[in-house]
């Protein structure tokens, strides 16, 4: 393993590979390529609630008894075998009401029974470890402590001495934040098993994209991001972990969210990242001028996109004077502009280009990346499995501020683009108005979906049979309410 110059503000990076070459990649896609060598339908059952263990257990079990190969790998797991368990753990709370948790992050008692299941398949050997990187200033001590899941799992490890649980942050770094401007930056304990640089060269979705140049990502330095995506150069920074696993269980929220109109299965792959900074969130500017950071050209935005950079830089180049100037700067600008509560702004809207192509990339890389920075072929896509936390959903201001929606459902299936469109209509959108569901079904030399949109039938429990994808009923009768850059979101007719 060897070592990377300066990233961003963090002096080094263990990585596994050298980056891919950046060589023409032709774009292809069978009809019906199926990644798992059998299609099979995804499964929507009814769950009343999380004190429901027996059945959210059950639920687990059943699927994953219906992915065969899935099963037979757990069932003849050794000492060696490693599961990643991802949860969307992108902080403890509600930004704005600390109590509030339930609609913002996976539940600990689907987590609990997610790996309570895949011990019993693993008949207690080898190692399920339980990853996320969360929103760098938040507090991965407060988020596995809720629900007293770090105590239910000591009991999980007494109950299987010989089987390993771990619970790991792939944050590289932490933020201290004060006022929203962050202030101070701390060093994490890295992934054991370091980070893997890959590169989708040509066949990244930012190849050729009209944004270069002017991406930001996820924090002040934005010379980061746009070095490393440009021109033939399109490389993204991976934890070990799940890119070394032998099984991938993606657990999302069902939830809306300001950039991308709904997070399921594609988007949580955000939080595999070794630094965030890499990913391109919104373009500066407005689609006037080529951006999609504000919805249109106006003074207010103008001022505010030059101050904001003004004061990024300040703050970086002068980390206690700067820092405070930003404060002032932004306190100002939140009374004179608006809140981002209320006010879009930082690609908040549905005229999102960007994030999109960020999380379908990501989704490319874990499934047919591999830990040494090579790459797999198209029919030989990482064992994945996607179970879908929707028993409390949440709706408006996601994903960082969500209000609670009893949806009452869990949702599973061992593809995230087909899965992500069984979200989009149980919160009561046409998966074809989301970018981040439609265009995962596009051809490519690594396909993210399965099978055509139009092919998707459900096993919906609360139908009790079969079900197209475009009769499934939403989890809620008037759907969930999108976050209100959203508005114009196509509902389920």
Request: some cysteine.
């Amino acid at each position: 393993m060897g070592t990377m110059g300066t990233v961003g503000t963090m002096e080094h990076v263990t990585v596994l590979a050298a980056p891919y070459p950046a060589t023409p990649i032709p774009c292809y896609c069978p009809t019906g390529l199926d990644l798992h060598s059998h299609i099979v339908n995804p499964l929507v059952s009814p769950i009343s609630g999380y004190e429901d263990r027996a059945a959210i257990v059950s639920f687990v079990a059943a699927s994953i008894e219906r992915y065969p190969r899935i099963a037979a790998m757990l069932r003849n797991a050794g000492t060696d075998k490693l599961v990643a368990v991802k949860p969307n753990w992108i902080q403890e709370s509600r930004e704005d009401r600390p109590d509030v948790w339930a609609p913002v992050i996976t539940h600990p008692e689907v987590v609990l029974a997610v790996v309570e299941t895949l011990a019993a398949f693993m008949d207690g050997r080898g190692t399920i470890c339980i990853c996320d990187a969360p929103h760098t200033y938040a507090d991965f001590a407060a988020i596995v402590a809720r629900g007293g899941l770090t105590q239910k799992l000591d009991r999980l490890r007494q109950r299987w001495p010989a089987l390993r649980i771990e619970l790991l942050d792939l944050r590289r770094e932490v933020w201290r934040r004060k006022q929203e401007v962050v202030v101070e930056r701390l060093p994490n304990a890295e992934d054991p098993c370091g980070y893997v640089r890959l590169d989708l060269a040509r066949s990244s979705l930012f190849h050729g994209f009209s944004g270069e140049g002017a991406y930001f990502g996820a924090d002040y330095d934005i010379d980061v991001v746009n070095r490393h995506h440009q021109g033939d150069v399109q490389e993204y920074l991976l934890a070990g972990t799940p890119m070394a696993c032998d099984l991938f269980v993606n657990l999302p929220k069902l939830k809306t969210h300001k950039k991308t109109g709904i997070t399921c299965a594609l988007k949580n792959l955000v939080g595999i990242n070794g630094d965030k900074n890499w990913l391109p969130h919104h373009v500066l500017g407005t689609p006037a001028d080529g951006g999609d950071e504000f919805p249109r050209r106006s003074l207010a935005n103008i001022v505010e996109g030059r101050f904001k950079r003004f004061g990024q830089r300040t703050a970086l180049a002068l980390p206690r004077l700067g820092t405070w100037a930003y404060r002032k700067a932004r306190n100002v600008g939140k009374r004179t502009l608006g809140d981002s509560a209320t006010t879009i702004r930082n690609g908040n809207w549905i005229g999102n280009d960007t994030c999109w192509r960020m999380a379908l990339d990501l989704n490319r890389c874990l499934l047919f990346g591999n830990p040494n920075g090579t790459w797999r072929e198209a029919g030989a896509a990482k064992h994945y499995l996607a179970i879908a936390d929707g028993i409390v959903g949440g709706e408006r201001n996601g994903p960082l501020c969500p209000d609670p929606v009893p949806s009452s459902v869990l949702a599973s299936c061992a593809n995230p683009a087909v899965l992500d469109a069984v979200a989009a209509r149980l919160m009561g959108f046409a998966p074809a108005s989301l970018p981040i569901v439609a265009r995962a079904f596009d051809r490519h030399r690594w396909p993210i979906a399965d099978r055509d949109l139009e092919q998707i039938a459900v096993d919906d429990g609360r139908a009790g049979g079969v079900v197209p994808l475009h009769h499934l009923a939403p989890a809620i009768a008037r759907g969930f309410v999108p976050h209100f850059g959203w508005t114009a979101l196509v509902h389920r007719t």
